[in-house]
């Protein structure tokens, strides 16, 4: 008797099963913030495109409803993104200060993206990333939130530079975005090429000449990175201070490392640490995550609390415990230690 073969098919990775061919930085932010919670928002967006497709709305269509008012294909579209970029390098080049600059490549074999608030010169002729965000007055939330914008730079800063030291490949870009490289630009994307100094008949053609436009840039790196804090008024926002982000590769890069072993199905998904327990109260999802109503809860810890009062301990990254008394994941002690930035600093 002949014997079957036992062919094992390998489960999905998360990239695939939400259909990720690239990962952008404010989703590895939302990451960083609660890894459950961005699966929970990912798995309703699914829902929801699903939802709209059976509603009998052509949403291929709308999603390829054009710059010219007529369809477009995917080449046609990363063209137009790739000219705007280009157009932006030159700016910068010429010292001017730019808006939205979008940056890609591929770190630990995953295609990122981002898009950086702004850049230009400073008076030492240096280039800046500069950042603006709402300052959060919640002091836990601030200090949380302060983590993901020095990521957030940092990895923007880690893209640019590869950009134009020309460690962007054509074939990366081409493999993870499944893009035709032979494919024909649209007549008026190939006279849009034409007219802004890089001539192409194919997406393929386009790409080359911006990946060696790029790597040739004068621009070889960012110099500083800054984040300026904003308050909100009733009408208006005024400055609060402005930090100066650190750029530590190393340990951006081992960060990353760990937020793509979930993508890549390297590990299974988790919720928030101990330390961040307090970001349950707010979630959407709490009542039905499993994270929040087992594992923290079961997570024991040496308890400093003791009757409300803080007995030891300093600094945001001290633990805070399970309270017998309340039962529940205790926050008064990450209220009372977290740090707000000095205004005008
Ligand atoms: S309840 Fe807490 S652990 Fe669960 S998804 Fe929300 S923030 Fe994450």
């Not at 939400?18 to 990451?31: D, G, V, Y």
């Not at 630990?108 to 950042?131: A, C, M, N, P, W």
């Amino acid at each position: 008797m002949q014997r079957r073969q036992i062919v094992y098919i390998p489960k999905p990775t998360p990239m695939e099963r939400f259909s990720q061919k690239h990962l952008c930085i404010a989703q590895l932010c939302e990451q960083r913030s609660c890894e459950l919670k961005m699966i929970n928002r990912l798995k309703e967006q699914q829902k929801s495109l699903k939802h709209r497709k059976h509603g009998g709305k052509d949403f291929k269509d709308m999603d390829h409803a054009g710059f010219f008012g007529v369809q477009m294909l995917r080449e046609d579209k990363e063209t137009l993104k790739l000219l705007d970029m280009m157009q932006k390098m030159s700016a910068l080049e010429a010292e001017n200060t730019v808006k939205d600059f979008p940056v890609f490549g591929v770190l630990e074999d995953v295609f990122l993206t981002g898009i950086i608030d702004t850049l230009h010169y400073d008076k030492q002729r240096k280039v800046v990333l500069s950042d603006v965000k709402t300052l959060n007055k919640d002091a836990e939330l601030f200090v949380a939130e302060r983590g993901e914008h020095e990521f957030q730079v940092g990895m923007h800063k880690l893209l640019f530079d590869s950009m134009v030291n020309g460690h962007v490949k054509r074939e990366q870009y081409i493999e993870h975005l499944q893009l035709q490289p032979r494919q024909t630009l649209g007549t008026k994307i190939q006279g849009l090429t034409q007219s802004l100094g890089y001539p192409s008949n194919t997406f393929g053609e386009l790409l080359d000449h911006v990946l060696t436009t790029m790597a040739s840039s004068k621009i070889k790196r960012i110099a500083k990175l800054k984040i300026i804090y904003l308050v909100e008024g009733k009408d208006t926002k005024t400055s609060s201070g402005t930090m100066w982000v650190q750029f530590k590769e190393g340990q951006l890069r081992s960060e990353l490392k760990g937020y793509l072993a979930y993508w890549k199905g390297q590990r299974e998904p988790k919720g928030v640490d101990i330390e961040d327990a307090w970001k349950c109260e707010t979630c959407s999802f709490k009542e039905n995550c499993e994270w929040k109503n087992h594992d923290l809860v079961e997570t024991r810890m040496d308890c400093r609390l003791q009757n409300g009062s803080i007995e030891t301990g300093s600094g945001t990254g001290s633990k805070i415990n399970n309270c017998h008394n309340s039962g529940e994941v205790c926050v008064q002690y990450l209220h009372k230690v977290s740090i707000l930035p000095t205004p005008g600093t």
